[in-house]
């Protein structure tokens, strides 16, 4: 997988802003599930879950609506090139410095280090 936590990815697929989606969206990873090909961006995929009210391991916690993002299949999603600010296929190119070699991403379409 080549999305990383931290990146700043796009939405490629899915409704459009105008019909209250979240296509042409951009926001920074938050976390990555391998196991299920899902990461979880920054103000999307916005799902409200209702909260129950009970005892937890430090006391009582309150109920209630509360807003998170929801995982999205990383499919969905492309990196975002660092120069143009759209959206971007990854690639790899081995650097070398000091004898010591390192595998780095670019962008496809610019070759700017990701």
Same mark, same amino acid.
């Given at each position: 997988m080549k999305i990383k936590k931290g990146d700043l990815v796009q939405v490629i697929s899915g409704g459009s802003k105008e019909r209250g989606g979240d296509k042409g969206k951009q926001g920074h990873v938050l976390a990555v599930l391998r *196991? &299920?090909? @899902?990461?979880?961006? *920054? %103000?999307?995929?916005?799902? !409200?879950?209702? !909260? @129950?009210? %009970? #005892? /937890? *391991?430090?006391?009582? +916690? !309150? /109920? %209630?609506?509360? +807003? #998170?993002?929801?995982?999205?299949?990383? &499919?969905?999603v492309a990196l975002v090139d660092p120069s143009t600010k759209k959206p971007t296929r990854a690639g790899y190119k081995l650097e070398t410095k000091d004898g010591e070699t390192k595998k780095v991403r670019i962008a496809r379409k610019s070759g700017k280090e990701i």
């Open positions: *196991e &299920s090909d @899902r990461v979880i961006v *920054e %103000g999307v995929n916005i799902v !409200t879950k209702h !909260t @129950r009210a %009970g #005892q /937890g *391991e430090r006391g009582e +916690t !309150t /109920g %209630g609506i509360v +807003t #998170q993002e929801a995982p999205i299949h990383v &499919s969905n």
